[in-house]
């Protein structure tokens, strides 16, 4: 079965228990939480709070991170919390372990997904989550915990059981062991599908929110932790049997951890991670992603570019389905960090992408994804204002590469002359016929996987064989997807009589390197000497332009039939305006050659230049 997912919202219950969520239409195997303090899924701004949470679930292992800034003037007004038992975080302010609920998935069902809140308290009753699900029989997911190498270096992580094919990361401010708490907001969240695509955002407030509240995002890694000027950063180096390799360019206390969510199986056979940015104008945005994706999770910080830590914080978590369900969660720190500092932050359960201005509150980037093609998204921008760069992780079936058949000619004991070799195709190839001679080649490109055939008009005189460069038949090629396959076909000469190749060269009337006109050439040979090997033989003949360095094509001349012997061989408008012509002849027949003369008629015109 194929890769599954669904995106949705919900309200938490009131108080302590469980709660179920259905109308996934499948069962998960992972799930993506995010969400703020609001508690209208409208996309209206609250301007109270900056608030933004994430968790990661698999039914087994629960993780989350979350961080709160609230205008406490006078005391630690800023907070985060972490866990690797609970992936559902929601933090009020003012104290540092104020808790506002707690939570993880109980189960894992049919139709959804069972939560047990274990705790609840002020302000969260009604506060909307929003989720992102995937599963599907053949889509392999875990959630687990990696502890960081303490200095620069390659990092191998196993036990993960499948080799993955995507990564979601979030990197915890401190230690391991239930739900910790500290006097900084601290959330950070990062992808990786390859080496050479990965990304990840990261915020960072002060203990009273109201000297350091910045971002950061990379394009470049999929790890990164920012506190202040201080960033620890981690890139994907490879996907292995067992997990996967990152590269820490930094080093950092082991005291920290990583969570991660790994994504693979057969269901996931495209997976794609980037950024792009945000228009200026509105209208659909075409973002060429290279699969064709089914779902997919974006973030920003809202900014312009990445690879360097910017104020004001300002934290974008996206998501959508193929099947054209969306969220958004967005907080940032209000009027930039003024003393108060206040916060802002919406949920929007109709955009993927939605941002309000840190300034006036009114929206100012706002987005669904609107189309989901072969290779690439379209991102509906409804309202813009400024350019952001935005980074993504998709998932769904890979576009299928497109393969090419090459057909090479080679003659041998000799090579061929012009004697042209007829082609038939099967397959759809087109066009379905073709000619080559000795040393010419056809190439077929973007052709799709399937079974295609490449055959030879047998040649009088001339056997034929074929090699394929990946074993099939030539005229059953199974291409796979991508495949460059070259089918290589020799005739080899075959006559009852001796053969051997007659050449001869020679050099055409020339004066002073000018431009010679010569209007008509006959050869002189013995004529009507066709017989049972070749009944109407030719010889061939062509031109140098440059005294015998490059050479036109071939033009054939006729030996005549047996008998024929008062036919004449000659062309006309052979040379024209050539300044140091050569001309060549050959045959390669299996008949009696006497080459005799080579006449030119006395009129031919020597050029002024």
């Given at each position: 079965m194929s890769l599954l997912s669904a995106v949705g919202a919900f309200a938490k219950r009131v108080g302590t228990g469980t709660q179920s969520i259905t109308?996934?239409?499948?069962?998960?195997?992972?799930?993506?939480?995010?969400?703020?303090?609001?508690?209208?899924?409208?996309?209206?701004?609250?301007?109270?709070?900056?608030?933004?949470?994430?968790?990661?679930?698999?039914?087994?292992?629960?993780?989350?991170?979350?961080?709160t800034e609230a205008p406490f003037v006078g005391v630690n007004s800023t907070n985060c919390a972490w866990s690797d038992d609970r992936s559902l975080l929601l933090l009020g302010a003012s104290a540092i372990n104020f808790l506002s609920a707690a939570g993880y998935i109980a189960s894992m069902d049919a139709d959804g997904f069972t939560i047990n809140w274990d705790f609840s308290g002020a302000l969260s009753d009604g506060i909307y989550w929003n989720y992102w699900a995937v599963g599907g029989s053949d889509v392999d997911a875990v959630v687990a915990f990696m502890t960081p190498r303490a200095t620069p270096g390659s990092q191998s992580i196993t036990g993960v059981g499948f080799q993955p094919k995507a990564l979601i990361t979030t990197f915890m401010p401190g230690v391991r062991g239930g739900t910790q708490f500290a006097h900084e907001g601290l959330l950070n969240v990062g992808f990786a599908v390859s080496n050479t695509q990965q990304a990840a955002t990261a915020s960072y407030c002060d203990a009273t929110g109201t000297t350091v509240a910045d971002m950061y995002q990379t394009t470049t890694n999929c790890v990164a932790l920012a506190r202040t000027s201080t960033v620890v950063l981690a890139s994907f180096t490879s996907f292995d049997a067992d997990g996967f390799t990152l590269n820490f360019s930094t080093s950092q206390s082991t005291s920290l951890y990583i969570a991660y969510l790994a994504l693979g199986g057969a269901g996931i056979t495209g997976a794609a991670c980037g950024a792009f940015t945000a228009p200026l104008a509105t209208g659909v945005q075409t973002v060429s992603i290279g699969i064709q994706a089914s779902t997919l999770l974006v973030q920003s910080k809202c900014a312009a570019s990445s690879g360097s830590v910017a104020s004001p914080l300002s934290y974008l978590m996206g998501a959508a389905t193929s099947g054209g369900d969306e969220s958004a969660a967005w907080t940032a720190m209000r009027n930039g960090v003024a003393v108060p500092a206040e916060g802002t932050s919406l949920e929007d359960n109709t955009h993927a992408i939605t941002i309000a201005s840190t300034i006036t509150d009114t929206i100012n980037g706002r987005a669904t994804i609107s189309a989901w093609s072969a290779s690439s998204i379209g991102v509906n921008w409804s309202v813009v204002d400024t350019e952001r760069e935005l980074v993504y992780l998709a998932l769904g079936t890979s576009t299928p590469a497109a393969g090419s058949i090459t057909v090479t000619k080679t003659t041998t004991p000799l090579p061929g002359g012009d004697t042209s070799f007829d082609f038939t195709t099967t397959g759809g190839l087109s066009p379905s016929t073709f000619s080559l001679i000795n040393g010419e080649s056809r190439i077929y490109t973007s052709v799709g996987a399937g079974t295609y055939g490449v055959t030879e008009t047998p040649t009088q005189g001339w056997s034929t064989s074929y090699s394929v460069s990946d074993g099939s038949p030539h005229d059953a090629i199974a291409l796979g997807a991508g495949e460059a396959v070259t089918v290589a076909v020799t005739n080899t000469f075959q006559s009852t009589a001796n053969q051997l190749r007659r050449l001869r060269r020679w050099a055409l009337p020339y004066d002073g390197n000018k431009k010679i006109f010569i209007p008509r050439i006959e050869i002189i040979s013995q004529m009507g000497v066709g017989n049972a090997d070749d009944a109407d033989p030719v010889m061939s003949l062509r031109i140098s332009p440059d005294g015998g360095q490059t050479w036109g094509p071939y033009r054939e001349l006729p030996l005549g039939a047996d008998g024929e012997t008062m036919i004449r061989s000659y062309l006309t408008r052979f040379c024209q305006g050539l300044r140091n012509p050569v001309a060549e002849l050959i045959c390669d027949a299996p008949v009696f050659v006497a080459w005799i003369a080579c006449e030119l008629p006395q009129g031919f015109t020597v050029g002024t230049s």
């Open positions: 109308g996934l239409g499948f069962q998960p195997k992972a799930i993506r939480f995010s969400g703020t303090l609001s508690n209208v899924p409208d996309g209206t701004v609250d301007t109270f709070y900056v608030s933004m949470s994430v968790g990661f679930d698999d039914g087994t292992t629960h993780t989350g991170q979350c961080f």
